[in-house]
């Protein structure tokens, strides 16, 4: 390789919930910060892939197709163990890399998809149907429209970060100033002040999470099984929607640690190996630049597809620009190879080739039209 591309592999976008407001500002950031080869990779949604497409299109930049759903591992949640989910043994987060466009799923797994996308909807609306009854009985003067929230903050997926964002939305519009804004927060918490500042957007929808919709919280509501598709049933729908199952790595978090299944790389890799996957990713964000070298590294010389992304399915904005936990300038030049290395195999795999060469090709054509 003698020219190394940028990637960003795993976005969000409103076709699920991203702190994007749009496509358009998503591939504008990716132009201006450099980043030449974009994954869009929504909760349980293909819909945002011809947006995606045509604004890739318009400016030159290279699309990965993706897809994430949460699975369940009976083995593995039989046994108490933690995957990539550090509070739920079993449950496994899964992306779909090199999906093909136009879509091509269809009969039993297209039903499935659409299956776990309806119940996961559905549970959110048992959790808004919970926080209206909270914000009844604690006065709070308003309710939430569910049906207003689908229509106007969701792209047809509604998840429970649109539920933080509405209700501070709702204080915001029924309140007018930050004394009336902080009791409404008082007494809709019970009894327990708002501690983000009122202009930190994220902040304030994060603490309604953590406090009402969280375990524990006025309006939680437990998800019910149905919402998570067995493991090989996810990998069986995004083989039929011509991707690649990959494995999303937590790895290191903020105090170093990891999850029981990740602990072992060398046990991880074999079981991984033995499931099917040939493909795994990284949030950077989350991890220092030793891990992230060491571990990719080594699942590389495994014979996996390795590459990187930032998520961006929170409400605050980061840059689409990867970068580490203790490296806030941009990845190493060995970590911006591994990705652009599994970049040009995912974009070679979406176009029906098996080549980095041939991958590689795609992408500086893309670039340079």
């Given at each position: 390789?003698?020219?190394?591309?940028?990637?960003?592999?795993?976005?969000?976008?409103?076709?699920?919930?991203?702190?994007?407001?749009?496509?358009?500002?998503?591939?504008?950031?990716?132009?201006?910060?450099?980043?030449?080869?974009?994954?869009?990779?929504?909760?349980?949604?293909?819909?945002?892939?011809?947006?995606?497409?045509?604004?890739?299109?318009?400016?030159?930049?290279?699309?990965?197709?993706?897809?994430?759903?949460?699975?369940?591992?009976?083995?593995?949640?039989?046994?108490?163990?933690?995957?990539?989910?550090?509070?739920?043994?079993?449950?496994?987060?899964?992306?779909?890399?090199?999906?093909?466009?136009?879509?091509?799923?269809?009969?039993?797994e297209a039903r499935?998809?659409?299956?776990?996308?309806?119940?996961?909807?559905?549970?959110?609306?048992?959790?808004?149907?919970?926080?209206?009854?909270?914000?009844?009985?604690?006065?709070?003067?308003?309710?939430?429209?569910?049906?207003?929230?689908?229509?106007?903050?969701?792209?047809?997926?509604?998840?429970?970060r649109h539920l933080?964002?509405?209700?501070?939305?709702?204080?915001?519009?029924?309140?007018?100033?930050?004394?009336?804004?902080?009791?409404?927060?008082?007494?809709?918490?019970?009894?327990?002040?708002?501690?983000?500042?009122?202009?930190?957007?994220?902040?304030?929808?994060?603490?309604?999470?953590?406090?009402?919709?969280?375990?524990?919280?006025?309006?939680?509501?437990?998800?019910?099984?149905?919402?998570?598709?067995?493991?090989?049933?996810?990998?069986?729908?995004?083989?039929?929607?011509?991707?690649?199952?990959?494995?999303?790595?937590?790895?290191?978090?903020?105090?170093?640690?990891?999850?029981?299944?990740?602990?072992?790389?060398?046990?991880?890799?074999?079981?991984?190996?033995?499931?099917?996957?040939?493909?795994?990713?990284?949030?950077?964000?989350?991890?220092?630049?030793?891990?992230?070298?060491?571990?990719?590294?080594?699942?590389?010389?495994?014979?996996?597809?390795?590459?990187?992304?930032?998520?961006?399915?929170?409400?605050?904005?980061?840059?689409?620009?990867?970068?580490?936990?203790?490296?806030?300038?941009g990845l190493s030049?060995?970590?911006?190879?591994?990705?652009?290395?599994?970049?040009?195999?995912?974009?070679?795999?979406?176009?029906?080739?098996?080549?980095?060469?041939?991958?590689?090709?795609?992408?500086?054509?893309?670039?340079?039209?």
């Amino acid at each position: 390789m003698s020219t190394i591309i940028d990637v960003n592999a795993h976005m969000h976008t409103p076709y699920s919930f991203s702190a994007f407001n749009g496509v358009d500002q998503a591939l504008d950031m990716a132009c201006e910060e450099g980043v030449g080869v974009v994954g869009i990779n929504d909760f349980y949604s293909l819909e945002g892939y011809g947006e995606w497409k045509e604004g890739c299109q318009k400016r030159h930049l290279c699309p990965i197709m993706g897809i994430e759903f949460i699975s369940l591992n009976s083995e593995d949640q039989a046994a108490g163990l933690r995957v990539n989910d550090p509070n739920n043994p079993g449950r496994t987060y899964i992306s779909g890399k090199g999906l093909a466009y136009p879509v091509i799923l269809k009969g039993e797994e297209a039903r499935l998809l659409a299956d776990v996308r309806k119940e996961s909807n559905a549970q959110v609306e048992r959790m808004c149907e919970k926080l209206n009854a909270h914000l009844s009985a604690v006065n709070a003067g308003f309710n939430l429209d569910f049906s207003l929230i689908v229509k106007e903050l969701t792209k047809g997926s509604v998840r429970e970060r649109h539920l933080a964002k509405a209700l501070r939305i709702a204080v915001e519009a029924n309140f007018k100033d930050e004394i009336s804004r902080a009791a409404a927060y008082e007494n809709i918490f019970g009894g327990k002040p708002l501690k983000a500042a009122q202009d930190n957007v994220a902040a304030v929808e994060n603490e309604i999470r953590s406090k009402l919709l969280k375990a524990g919280g006025a309006a939680f509501v437990p998800e019910d099984p149905k919402a998570f598709l067995p493991m090989e049933t996810v990998c069986q729908i995004i083989k039929a929607a011509g991707g690649i199952p990959t494995y999303p790595f937590l790895a290191d978090n903020a105090k170093g640690e990891f999850t029981d299944f990740e602990g072992d790389l060398q046990k991880a890799a074999d079981t991984l190996k033995k499931r099917g996957f040939t493909s795994v990713e990284f949030i950077t964000t989350r991890n220092t630049t030793k891990v992230l070298e060491e571990y990719s590294d080594y699942l590389q010389d495994e014979g996996f597809t390795v590459t990187f992304g930032s998520e961006h399915n929170t409400p605050a904005m980061e840059p689409i620009k990867l970068r580490t936990s203790d490296h806030p300038e941009g990845l190493s030049e060995k970590l911006r190879k591994t990705n652009f290395r599994g970049a040009c195999k995912v974009v070679a795999h979406q176009a029906g080739l098996d080549s980095i060469d041939a991958g590689e090709e795609i992408i500086m054509e893309t670039l340079n039209k």
